[in-house]
């Protein structure tokens, strides 16, 4: 069935480094993916749209210089942070619209941790 | 924009129990839906149930249920016989059908007792 696959579930980066983060849409095409940001036993923020083919949207207040986000194909949605600090440590998600009763579907998360 | 709000940082309840989590929400648009998510320890992200706002039947699943109050812009959930596997968080969200992004309110972590 449909699933969005997102790799790493888990990376350890040191301070000034980028880290990219894949997601990854399994039988069906994702032609709108969205990257979520999410602190410890908070909510999830939206940080960016993704739309294939084109450039991403960004929320109010997300660096688009630090958050790359790349959706080159309907299958593949990548968020790059670049030059990364210990801010920026977070569990980052993604998520897919399958087009089918406006259904979602949940990357399982990366936790970014950066010394 | 839209916002949505749990009020209950924290909800407690006895295996086999039932427990209502409260969620309201403001917006001005009239086409969208609301759902309902778990978030385990896993931290995998997962669709309990979903209410199209067009709809005037309250969605059901198993034993989930929500009150959607469409004037009052109320949406519960309830969580019957409730087991050790549902606790999780759970939160809230708006999917307005015009520009497609979800929000999220704060979230209710539930803890069910044995």
């Known amino acids: 069935g449909a699933v969005v696959s997102q790799h790493p579930s888990r990376v350890i980066c040191k301070s000034g480094t980028s880290v990219k983060i894949e997601c990854r849409s399994l039988d069906f095409q994702a032609t709108t993916m969205f990257w979520y940001r999410q602190f410890p036993k908070q909510s999830l923020m939206l940080m960016a749209t993704s739309n294939e083919g084109s450039k991403a949207t960004y929320e109010q207040g997300v660096e688009k210089d630090k958050f790359l986000i790349n959706h080159a194909s309907l299958t593949l949605s990548t968020l790059t942070v670049t030059s990364a600090h210990p801010e920026d440590s977070s569990f980052y998600i993604c998520s897919a619209r399958t087009g089918v009763n406006e259904k979602l579907l949940f990357g399982s998360g990366t936790q970014l941790s950066v010394l | 924009a839209q916002t949505v709000t749990q009020s209950q940082p924290e909800m407690s309840v006895q295996e086999a129990e039932t427990v209502t989590l409260s969620c309201t929400y403001d917006t001005s648009e009239n086409n969208y839906y609301l759902f309902w998510y778990k978030q385990p320890p896993s931290r995998q992200m997962i669709l309990v149930i979903r209410q199209e706002a067009y709809k005037q039947q309250n969605a059901t699943e198993n034993r989930f249920s929500v009150n959607f109050q469409k004037a009052a812009k109320s949406f519960s959930l309830k969580i019957s016989d409730s087991q050790l596997g549902d606790t999780a968080m759970y939160f809230c969200?708006?999917?307005?059908?015009?520009?497609?992004?979800?929000?999220f309110g704060a979230g209710t972590t539930v803890t069910v007792r044995a």
């Open positions: 969200a708006f999917f307005p059908l015009n520009d497609y992004k979800l929000s």
